[in-house]
């Protein structure tokens, strides 16, 4: 075991100093002779890469780790994206479990890197289980945060949070823009504010209000519209057979025709549970780019499967 963790570390030390050659390598201003860089900033994932965009007006570089079709609970940086990391000023994290092993190696590779959470002053909630799930010791090691639910941007209230925490880490970084900053984070807020009265019409009038989803990630959103989610997977496991029983009597019972998945999840068991109940498997992406139109895409897909 010493020699599995001493081989572990000479191996982190030889990425990590690959990453700098790499990052020393990278081509010249022809004029100047000096690397050419822009104002950067590192997010986590898409929706993150939204609220930079919308505040800084696109006046910011924005590096997305977790990018399009990739899965956030089991992602590993590529070569090319830490290589990046090293001319970004910030890095926003938003507490996914990755963050907690590669954090401090992203501030190896950049000591000058000043790491933002995105979610500070987020009240988190539990992660949704199910009581058809066996409550073991080890599906609990494997929930994100110790059992606290990390999808923490999908909901509108917890959008303007994120949107302040952003606002005064650019504030902070270019203060000279601070007044086209504030402009531009007044708008956003607006279109929040605005999004959250039109779901709450698109949703309030709704008799059914329990939803199927493979992967519990709407639990903020469920909250703040009263909605119920009932995942297919739970601690990042399927359904044994039992449990997949049980699935498909509670969903006969609710009458649930729709069930959710997103794109970047092997969704055999949803697709199993559909077919015993007739059901339909329809994709919804909580990690799309555009957070303000998913969200209202999302309430509409909700609305339309909750009212057959």
């Not at 954090?103 to 009240?123: E, M, T, Y």
Request: with cysteine; aromatic share 8%.
């Amino acid at each position: 075991m010493k020699i599995q963790n001493r081989s572990l570390k000479i191996l982190s030390i030889f990425f990590l100093l690959f990453i700098i050659l790499l990052s020393a390598c990278q081509p010249e201003n022809q004029e100047t002779g000096l690397q050419e860089k822009s104002t950067q900033v590192t997010v986590s994932i898409l929706p993150q890469a939204y609220f930079v965009d919308r505040i800084s007006g696109g006046s910011v570089s924005v590096n997305v780790m977790v990018g399009p079709g990739q899965e956030a609970h089991t992602y590993e940086p590529k070569p090319e994206q830490m290589r990046a990391l090293t001319q970004s000023n910030i890095l926003f994290t938003i507490g996914l479990e990755y963050e907690a092993v590669w954090v401090p190696r992203f501030k190896d590779i950049n000591p000058n890197l000043a790491i933002i959470d995105s979610a500070k002053g987020i009240q988190r909630i539990p992660l949704t289980t199910d009581h058809s799930h066996e409550d073991d010791e080890e599906s609990h090691e494997d929930e994100e945060n110790e059992g606290l639910d990390p999808h923490v941007w999908l909901s509108p209230e917890n959008g303007k949070i994120i949107a302040e925490n952003t606002l005064v880490a650019l504030n902070a970084l270019i203060p000279e823009s601070a007044e086209m900053f504030r402009e531009n984070f007044d708008a956003l807020i607006a279109d929040i504010e605005n999004l959250d009265r039109d779901i709450n019409d698109t949703l309030n009038t709704l008799e059914q209000r329990k939803f199927m989803v493979f992967h519990p990630a709407w639990g903020y959103f469920a909250d703040h519209y009263n909605l119920e989610q009932f995942p297919v997977q739970v601690g990042g496991q399927d359904p044994s057979p039992s449990e997949l029983a049980a699935l498909v009597d509670m969903a006969q019972n609710e009458k649930i025709k729709v069930i959710f998945v997103q794109p970047t999840f092997n969704t055999a068991s949803a697709a199993a549970v559909a077919q015993e109940i007739g059901a339909e498997v329809a994709v919804i992406d909580p990690l799309a780019k555009d957070w303000l139109s998913n969200l209202e895409s999302a309430a509409k897909a909700f609305k339309s499967a909750l009212s057959n």
